[in-house]
């Protein structure tokens, strides 16, 4: 088994935690944010089904109308919520893995696995939802109607009241638990699984995205309907749907009830199974690459305790 040359400090393993997490979660969604914007603006319509060939057509029509970077818009808005979403994630991660697992063992017993993984995102989410409300907000109205982040919340504490900035929070914690729980627990698993069939401890960057893609693609399915109550709450301001999406039950029954389960509560999820996993195995994979990276400069290091 290969293993570090040095010692890190407690306190430099969370900053090179949130650095690399950081960086993670900024190339994974920059990457695949013309399928994010696609993926929002199907959910939040009660009226249109989703096809490939309209998902095409939506791509094809911002291109046409607002130029090919407007595939990008509400991305300022994504970066400014998924870059201290993904630093907290992974970096508190760390943190609860090392609370469940006193006895400092190699890997946490599988419970414990899933557990470490639903408190980092349940922890990442409480802190950043704000910025989830205003990312989802942007990608679905046209530019004229909000000019960048800060006038997303000015606009929606003088319209709609500061408690809208929370809008939808309790389907998102509620969804975030077994989405975050399955992707971690799914990619600490096929990590261990490698190191005991291999013997090696570090699998390469191309196993790394595999074991990441699964991950991304068992954690996005095991959720799903909740992500459509939670995009439907935020955005039902500029919808005109405040009436209707007043709680996650009376959301989950309005959609089931019009829309049905593979139209409405599963709407869109054959382009997350695209952009899930994508997603899911890049940032898995920066994050991994980009710590250990991180961690064997000398400044990260414990001065004297090399090994």
């Known amino acids: 088994m290969v293993l570090l040359c040095f010692q890190v400090p407690t306190r430099n393993k969370v900053i090179t935690s949130l ?14 944010a013309p399928l994010d914007r696609t993926k929002i603006n199907f ?12 998902a095409v057509r939506f791509l094809l029509r911002c291109i046409k109308y607002d130029g090919f970077m407007s595939l990008w818009r509400g991305n300022s808005a994504t970066m400014a919520r998924i870059v201290p979403y993904a630093a907290i994630q992974y970096a ?3 943190q609860w893995k090392a609370l469940l697992n006193p006895n400092n063992s190699r890997s946490l017993p599988p419970a414990r696995r899933f557990l470490a993984g639903s408190l980092a995102g349940a922890t990442a989410s409480t802190l950043t939802y704000p910025l989830d409300m205003a990312r989802a907000r942007m990608a679905v109205t046209p530019k ?5 982040l800060g006038e997303v919340f000015a606009k929606i504490y003088r319209t709609e009241g500061i408690g809208t900035m929370y809008r939808g929070y309790t389907p998102t914690v509620m969804g975030v638990i077994p989405y975050a729980g399955t992707s971690f627990f799914t990619y600490e698993t096929l990590k261990k699984f ?11 960057p191309i196993e790394r995205l595999a074991f990441g893609a699964t991950a991304g693609l068992l954690g996005q399915s095991s959720s799903y309907p909740l992500d459509i109550v939670r995009r439907r709450m935020q955005t039902a301001g500029v919808t005109g749907q405040q009436k209707v999406y007043t709680s996650v039950w009376n959301t989950l029954v309005f959609v089931y009830r019009t829309e049905g389960l593979k139209c ?3 709407k869109g999820l054959s382009m997350n199974w695209i952009k899930g996993p994508i997603a899911v195995g890049i940032s898995f994979t920066t994050f991994d690459i ?3 990276q991180l961690r064997k400069y000398s400044i990260f290091q414990q001065e004297g305790e090399g090994t």
Do not use: C, D, N, W
Request: no cysteine; aromatic share 8%.
């Open 19 to 32: 650095v690399a997490g950081a960086m993670a979660g900024a190339v994974a969604k920059t990457v695949i």
């Open 43 to 54: 959910q939040i319509s009660h009226e249109r089904r989703y096809t490939l060939r309209g």
């Open 92 to 94: 508190s991660h760390e």
């Open 144 to 148: 004229a109607t909000y000019s960048g």
């Open 194 to 204: 490698h190191f005991e069939h291999t013997g090696e401890s570090e699998p390469s």
């Open 264 to 266: 409405g509560l599963y």
């Open 290 to 292: 980009l710590q250990r």
